[in-house]
């Protein structure tokens, strides 16, 4: 059983409109959520953290976490075409060992 | 500015070649790690450090080595490549381990042939 899971997509969204990301993890306690954002042949970019429940606001960029519920979310509001990339999801803590764990990403595009 | 760097960014070899990709980083990060990255695969850890002398296997460490000597460099060496570590490398560091974001460098495309 995959650790971290990301639904491979690809999403398609209209430009302007609120693209959402969905990531799930196992049952273990995780401690430490990241979404990267990755273009074409480049490397991961870190965009959000996130460690407690709720919501965390950065910009256009909103992640969500729900522990009691496994999953952990990312929304981006006025989704623009350079919005376009794989979004990674991770996972991390101590029933992981000293690694963070990456779901297979999410293919964004952004059609305008 | 801060940053990861790693060299070569794409090499071409062949089977049984040793090679070796350099990593380094300017943000006294305690933490390190080398990834590899193929289609429908996602980022898989190779190897990672904890500190100077401190390294251990990640999730697909068969066919590579590594090193921490200095706390800024972390090299990968595969000492007899094969045509299946032919991926996209990633090194990356974060000021310890899982808790902090990670910083990755900008990637080694390599092709065993």
């Known amino acids: 059983q995959k650790e971290v899971e990301q639904n491979s997509g690809p999403l398609s969204v209209p430009e302007g409109a609120i693209a959402s990301l969905n990531c799930t993890y196992s049952?273990?306690?995780?401690?430490?959520f990241f979404w990267y954002r990755q273009y074409s042949g480049k490397s991961p970019e870190l965009i959000m953290s996130i460690y407690s429940n709720g919501d965390k606001e950065d910009g256009r960029f909103t992640a969500q976490l729900n522990k009691a519920s496994q999953y952990v979310s990312l929304l981006i509001r006025d989704s623009q075409p350079s919005d376009s990339a794989t979004y990674l999801c991770a996972a991390g803590g101590l029933e992981y060992g000293n690694k963070l764990v990456f779901g297979a990403g999410t293919i964004l595009r952004v059609k305008s | 500015e801060a940053q990861v760097t790693q060299n070569p960014r794409y090499l071409i070899t062949v089977t049984g070649k040793k090679l070796t990709v350099t990593c380094s980083q300017n943000m006294n990060h305690e933490y390190m790690s080398w990834y590899r990255q193929d289609p429908g695969l996602g980022l898989r850890q190779i190897y990672y450090s904890m500190n100077v002398e401190v390294t251990d296997k990640g999730d697909v460490p068969e066919g590579y080595k590594v090193s921490r000597k200095e706390k800024r460099n972390f090299p990968l060496i595969l000492e007899s490549p094969s045509p299946n570590q032919t991926s996209l490398y990633f090194c990356?560091?974060?000021?310890?381990?899982?808790?902090?974001?990670?910083?990755f460098g900008p990637g080694t495309r390599l092709t065993v042939t």
């Open positions: 990356a560091s974060s000021l310890t381990s899982f808790s902090y974001e990670q910083y």
């Open positions: 049952d273990r306690v995780s401690q430490s």
